[in-house]
């Protein structure tokens, strides 16, 4: 009971340090990315190709995990499915602290992927489900721009230590976080679907009836620029920045990059989380953050001949529209019934992630033709743009709907 009354109760310290460690390792990789791979012997053009080849393992193991993660978080509960995922990720970033070749590195950066899958969609599934509706959003808003400072705490660490003690760090953490989870206990609502017949977890039923299909895929498309932009435009903003159309007036550090623009994502993840809030609507929180976001994006494009303090400014910048990803979960967890909510809520996130192998494959092709790397990071962000706009627009309001009923 005093869950409903409490914000910052049990279930939501626990799952924002959850989700602080988990988006640590999560964007570790981007930070690394460069130093880990000169020290395995990489140099020039291969440091971009295989870092996005990299990039692009990590998140198919989270695309696998959010769907092996969700199922699991509705038919088995949401407390044991957040102990397996926090000791898979952390044993595989500790690990990965260890590798001497690319294929070692490989296999640790998909096991660390498919481990960070479930952090998050099941720690705002159990977050929504043991707070009121009105509080449910402060629940969800705290988780989400607490854990995205990991990604500041990992450029600071990165930064202090050698790129293996950085995984072995977060590595540590993870471990350290699986003490916390006996505060955890399951919500009413899960112990209600636990003692019921209706059927849990079933991820093919999300493709079986059109309407719930047409919901399902503009949650995802929704989520998509966040990625577009930590994926493409933060992780390359050195390729960017020494492009000939921008020709920025200093030396870019995508580690820095990171760093810079996650605070202003943890900054504009409470502030878009307090906007819905405020205003009583998913939606519209939603739909402002879209639209403030393209236009930090075409300041992006054509912030030509810019030094070096103004263009980590800009990142910055973009990062609190991006922030929106807190609204973004809490209304991916608010559309769908108890028997497919962590099913939904943890797949959902990681299709997103996963879409980054679209995005960067679409991303190469336009680069390799006549755009170059400009043209395609424009072509890509107007395609993943317009459609989360467009998803915004049409999928339901969730702000008030009761969650505790069944599909």
């Not at 299909?213 to 435009?233: D, Q, S």
Request: net charge positive; with cysteine; charged share 15%.
């Amino acid at each position: 009971m005093n869950s409903h009354k409490k914000i910052l109760n049990a279930a939501v310290i626990v799952a924002a340090l959850g989700y602080f460690v988990d988006v640590y390792d999560l964007i570790l990789f981007s930070i690394v990315r460069v130093p880990s791979l000169k020290d395995l012997g990489l140099t020039g053009e291969a440091l971009t190709t295989v870092g996005l080849n990299l990039l692009n393992v990590q998140m198919i193991g989270m695309l696998l995990g959010g769907i092996i993660w969700g199922v699991l978080g509705d038919k088995r509960g949401r407390i044991s499915v957040l102990f397996l995922t926090i000791l898979l990720y952390s044993v595989a970033n500790i690990l990965n602290g260890m590798v001497h070749t690319l294929n070692e590195y490989y296999v640790c950066r998909f096991f660390a992927g498919l481990g960070l899958a479930g952090e998050l969609g099941v720690g705002i599934t159990l977050v929504a489900e043991v707070m009121s509706q009105e509080k449910r959003g402060f629940g969800t808003t705290i988780v989400s721009s607490i854990g995205i400072a990991g990604a500041i705490a990992g450029f600071l660490v990165s930064d202090l230590f050698d790129w293996r003690v950085a995984y072995y760090f977060g590595g540590g953490m993870g471990l350290m976080l699986l003490v916390l989870r006996v505060l955890m206990y399951e919500s009413g609502m899960y112990s209600k679907l636990k003692q019921s017949t209706v059927k849990k977890g079933s991820f093919l039923s999300l493709f079986s009836n059109r309407e719930r299909f047409i919901k399902y895929l503009k949650c995802i498309l929704i989520g998509v620029p966040v990625w577009y932009i930590i994926g493409v435009l933060v992780t390359l903003s050195p390729e960017f920045a020494s492009e000939k159309g921008l020709n920025i007036v200093g030396n870019i550090v995508a580690g820095k990059a990171v760093m810079y623009h996650y605070i202003g994502a943890s900054i504009g993840a409470f502030l878009t989380g307090m906007l819905s809030q405020y205003i009583k609507s998913r939606k519209k929180a939603l739909i402002i953050s879209l639209f403030t976001l393209a236009a930090t994006l075409i300041w992006f494009f054509l912030s030509s001949g810019v030094t070096e303090p103004t263009f980590y400014f800009i990142l910055l910048v973009i990062g609190i529209p991006n922030g929106y990803w807190s609204v973004f979960v809490t209304t991916a967890s608010e559309q769908f019934g108890t028997n497919l909510r962590a099913t939904t809520t943890t797949s959902i996130p990681n299709f997103v992630r996963g879409a980054t192998v679209l995005v960067t494959t679409a991303f190469n092709f336009f680069k390799s033709g006549s755009l170059g790397i400009l043209g395609a990071g424009i072509a890509v962000g107007i395609v993943v743009i317009v459609l989360a706009i467009y998803s915004s627009f049409t999928i339901d309001e969730s702000y008030h709907k009761d969650l505790d009923y069944f599909e």
